[in-house]
């Protein structure tokens, strides 16, 4: 799996690297039970912090789509659903399109619920 990052982006570089994951398992280019890039060899090619890679992998652990295990690594969850995957990322374009206008997160909740209504 091919992980990207652009140090010119405002977006930190973790959620950039968990944005990569997220992309791959929603178009399925990653594969559940697939092996992602062991986080001292990723943050080697991308030339950022272990730590970085790192707290990229917890937010996808947070989020149930990966596991980490202790001396296997990153894994892809046999129960990720790429569908989850595309909307958590949705969700994270909203959130940022929302505090670029100052919207609090009431307000955004409100916007997901009119919507949501409407749909």
Known sequence: MLVRVDPAR?????EQI??????????GTAQPGERLPGARDLAASLQ???HTVLAGYQTLRDEGLIELRRGRGAVVREGAQP????VIELARELVLAARRIDLDDEEILGLVRTAANGA
């Open 10 to 14: 405002s977006t930190p570089l973790a």
């Open 18 to 27: 968990a944005a990569s994951v997220r992309r791959g398992i929603a178009d």
């Open 48 to 50: 950022v912090s272990i």
């Open 83 to 86: 569908g989850r995957a595309a």
